[in-house]
């Protein structure tokens, strides 16, 4: 028997390459890199209104949908789907709420549809092998129409508990911060502390693989859109709450986003790679650049511009080849 | 053949598993003891594979039974499989590299008696048979970031957590490098210590007689022979291998070829690992011949353009096109036709017609009036007798002859004068097949050469005339197809079957 040396304990570069859990969230450490650089310069250049309380407290009311719906998307990228529907699901989620119903029944009624979503979402993509874009295209048109027959203009009531769980403060915290660190706190809690965050890492990378070592693949990718359009009706719920009222559009611009936000926090399209805790730096990171740009005095089209591109910077940064697999 | 009085811990009766119309298994037996190390032994495509896949719960078998401990046992899932306690390490591993050591080991099986086993008891138990197995490898290790020796050992080790008594190695030797051959033989023979049954699959005769007890030699998906290792030798096994008669199936060859057509000096491709010479003369058909991925297609692929030559030289009828890419190549009379024709080769959807003028239009400048060939490709299609009621059908709905055909008939209609072709007869039947060997031996007889790799020995023989043996990226040897024996082949291929048989 030839023993095979043992490997030197690894450097702190090497470990994101070597040790397999730093190696998937090698994306969150750039991207939280990122994240500082931009907030050192805005302490440099807009000092006192970024990192004032109402700001600080506007941004994190303004960024607790996109924090819901991006977590969601994480799962659906690491089991290398793509979940393009959540747009339309928050928008549903948003006319449900403010249908001429009891309160009660309504948010229930909600996430019961949101889920129907994602099991329609997951069986096209996995049991009828249409592609996720494709598949989830098709019921981002559907659920989008319902939500517009639902409500066909912005109005109506919303259930008055959201309102009060979605505006003010509580603690003397806004309470979009409850929202976020909820969120991030389940999602980082079910990705990396249960066996099903290493089942779905597993059947990111390799469905085949996982199913040849007992995981059932099929169900976890199923599951992974369930949670996405989840969160989705949860952030519905928050802006309906938010806004007081309903409105059919209010999640239009948030499905892509959603995407933009795994992938600026290092979660590859591929699946596999990645994770919610890559995923709070990638939102911060939309977050903080409109934000920014808005105190800086820039004009707000330019931060599609600069959102577009920072995509295009990450997804080729995060290849797949790179990570080596 | 039972070699010892223990009633065998694995037993294989009668099984049989086709694939479509092709059969892969007839009625195959194997017997394993506990403690031994069980060889199986054939060429490619005799069906090995195909058979421990049915042993490790891969496929399901059309009939037969597999017996474990007396036990007759059926698997629907390779779960089942790992569960009876039979482990496989197949060549292509089923480890996720994004995950680390112990997620691997543990993946599927995270939950012991309704509850999870936490991480540190996981860590633990991972350490603990990686020490079992004298590996030192970290537990927190990325799998993606193991030599793929450390991966084969980290495959083995979770055959050892789930207690398996039965090991099946599939060509694990391919991928590792001398020394980790070194590690690998020392775990195998410490599991066969332990009482454990262990198949080692490999056509390395070497390897073989180095570490198995017994050794079972399959042909064309049949059983042939089982006898202990001790008691035959290296002759006897290449003997069992190959013993077929060849079939009449082939034309005549050529009496005497004409000038060179093509002549490589020296050429180093980027993938290539050693310079290759070789010549082509006109009338002439060249067969290379070597096991599995022994370099040819990067061979024919050098020769065709698709990978640039770093140094030496390539002529075609004296002409240096050495610099130039594969497109300009086919316009200058090379023609290719790739192994998986369906994937490379041919447009599925187009009609044999348009299938058939991409090599004419080849020479024609970017942009120019595509001409109609309808004609000429009328003539080719008689040429070749493509069985299709006319050039408008689209290839699709072809047989596997048919399509092999339509590629032929474009070099054809193409003005190739050398053909470099891939396994001309994969996946065709044997009507089919001599229809392929008429064909191409006529295209040689119009003064042109073609080189030919196959899998199949008994074919390169009947259809070339001259063999050239390919051994990790070289020629190694070339002989006249008319003397060549299958087992001359085989002895040239096998790498270190030389100091065994002496």
């Known amino acids: 028997m030839t023993p095979q040396s043992r490997p030197a304990r690894p450097g702190a570069l090497a470990r994101f390459s070597q040790d397999a859990f730093w190696f998937r969230q090698r994306g969150a450490a750039l991207s939280f890199a990122i994240l500082l650089a931009m907030l050192l310069l805005l302490a440099v250049v807009v000092p006192h209104s970024f990192y004032s309380a109402t700001n600080l407290s506007n941004l994190a009311g303004q960024l607790a949908p996109l924090f819901l719906v991006s977590l969601g ?24 709420l403010t249908l001429d119903l009891a309160g009660p029944v309504k948010i229930p009624l909600a996430l019961a549809a949101a889920a129907t979503v994602g099991l329609v979402n997951g069986w096209g993509c996995v049991y009828l092998r249409v592609h996720p874009i494709i598949m989830t295209l098709a019921t981002s048109s559907i659920v989008q129409g319902v939500a517009l027959l639902l409500l066909p203009t912005p109005g109506g009531v919303a259930p008055p508990i959201l309102v009060c769980m979605a505006s003010g403060t509580f603690l003397g915290l806004p309470v979009g911060l409850y929202w976020i660190v909820a969120a991030c706190a389940a999602a980082i809690w079910a990705v990396h502390a249960t066996t099903y965050g290493i089942r779905l890492y597993a059947t990111g990378q390799n469905p085949l693989a996982a199913w040849m070592s007992g995981v059932q693949a099929p169900r976890i990718r199923v599951s992974t859109y369930v949670i996405s359009a989840l969160m989705a009706a949860l952030a519905g719920a928050y802006l309906t709450g938010r806004l007081a009222s309903g409105d059919p559009n209010v999640g239009s611009a948030l499905g892509l986003d959603s995407v933009l936000g795994a992938a600026l926090g290092g979660t590859l399209l591929s699946g596999g790679v990645g994770g919610p805790i890559g995923t709070i730096a990638g939102v911060l990171i939309i977050g903080v650049l409109n934000n920014g740009l808005n105190l800086a005095g820039v004009s707000p089209y330019y931060q599609f511009i600069v959102k577009g ?9 995060f290849r797949r080849k790179e990570a080596g697999l | 053949m039972d070699m010892t009085s223990q009633p065998p811990l694995i037993a294989v009766d009668d099984l049989s598993k086709s694939f479509g119309p092709v059969k892969a298994l007839t009625s195959m037996r194997l017997v394993g003891h506990a403690g031994k190390v069980h060889a199986v032994m054939g060429e490619n495509g005799a069906g090995k594979s195909t058979l421990m896949k049915l042993l490790s ?5 059309d009939s037969g039974i597999v017996r474990l401990r007396g036990e007759v046992v059926a698997f629907g899932h390779p779960r089942d499989a790992q569960n009876a306690g039979i482990s496989t390490i197949f060549q292509e591993f089923s480890l996720l590299p994004n995950l680390s050591v112990a ?13 999870t086993l936490p991480a540190a008891t996981r860590r633990r138990r991972t350490l603990d048979v990686l020490g079992e197995l004298d590996l030192r490898i970290d537990p927190d290790r990325r799998v993606g970031s193991l030599s793929v020796g450390q991966q084969q050992m980290v495959e083995i080790a979770k055959g050892v957590m789930a207690d398996a ?30 009482g454990k049954c262990v198949f080692y ?3 390395r005769l070497s390897e073989v007689f180095a570490i198995c007890d017994d050794v079972t030699i399959m042909k064309d998906g049949a059983f042939v022979s089982c006898m202990p290792t001790a008691e035959t030798t290296v002759d006897e096994v290449i003997q069992g291998m190959v013993g077929r008669p060849i079939e009449e199936l082939f034309e005549p060859r050529v009496d005497r070829p004409g000038p060179v057509l093509l002549e490589a000096d020296a050429l180093v491709g980027a ?23 022994q370099g040819q297609q990067q061979l024919m692929r050098l020769l065709a353009g698709f990978d640039p030559a770093r140094s030496g030289k390539l002529d075609l009828e004296g002409q240096p096109i050495t610099g130039r890419p594969a497109r300009q190549r086919m316009a200058d009379g090379i023609g290719f036709v790739p192994e998986s024709r369906k994937d490379d080769g041919l447009f599925l959807s187009l009609d044999i017609g348009d299938n058939m003028a991409t090599a004419a239009l080849a020479r024609r400048p970017f942009l120019s009036w595509a001409p109609r060939l309808g004609g000429r490709i009328a003539d080719v299609m008689a040429r070749l007798s493509v069985k299709a009621p006319d050039a408008r059908t689209p290839v699709i709905d072809l047989s596997g002859g048919n399509q092999q055909k339509v590629v032929l008939g474009r070099w054809l209609l193409g003005g190739a004068r050398v053909l470099l072709c891939e396994e001309p007869t994969r996946g065709v039947d044997v009507g089919a097949k001599r229809e392929i060997y008429r064909q191409l031996r006529e295209f040689a007889r119009d003064g042109r050469a073609i080189l030919v790799t196959s899998r199949e020995l008994p074919e390169l023989i009947g259809l070339c005339d001259r063999l050239l043996v390919i051994r990790n990226g070289a020629i190694v040897a070339e002989m006249d197809a008319r003397a060549a024996t299958e087992d001359a082949l085989l002895r040239a291929a096998l790498p270190d079957v030389e100091s065994q048989a002496a």
């Not at chain 2, 997620?103 to 599927?108: I, K, R, S």
């Not at chain 2, 010479?277 to 070597?290: D, F, K, M, P, T």
């Open chain 2, 57 to 61: 719960g891969v496929f399901r078998p």
């Open chain 1, 73 to 96: 998307q994480t799962f659906v990228l690491l089991g290398a789907g793509f979940d393009l529907s959540v747009g339309a699901v928050i928008s549903l989620s948003s006319a449900i």
């Open chain 2, 165 to 194: 008594s039965v090991f099946i190695f599939d060509e694990p030797t391919a991928a590792l490098a001398s020394h980790e051959v070194e590690t690998l033989f020392a775990l195998i023979r410490r599991l066969s210590a332990q």
């Open chain 2, 201 to 203: 699959i490999s056509h």
């Open chain 2, 103 to 115: 997620e691997n080991l543990f993946l599927g099986r995270e939950i012991e008696h309704g509850r």
């Open chain 1, 309 to 317: 591109s920072m995509l295009v910077l990450a997804v080729s940064l």
């Open chain 2, 271 to 293: 993938r290539a690992s050693a310079p290759l010479s070789l010549q082509l003369r006109a009338g002439e058909i060249v067969g290379v011949a070597g096991l599995e991925g």
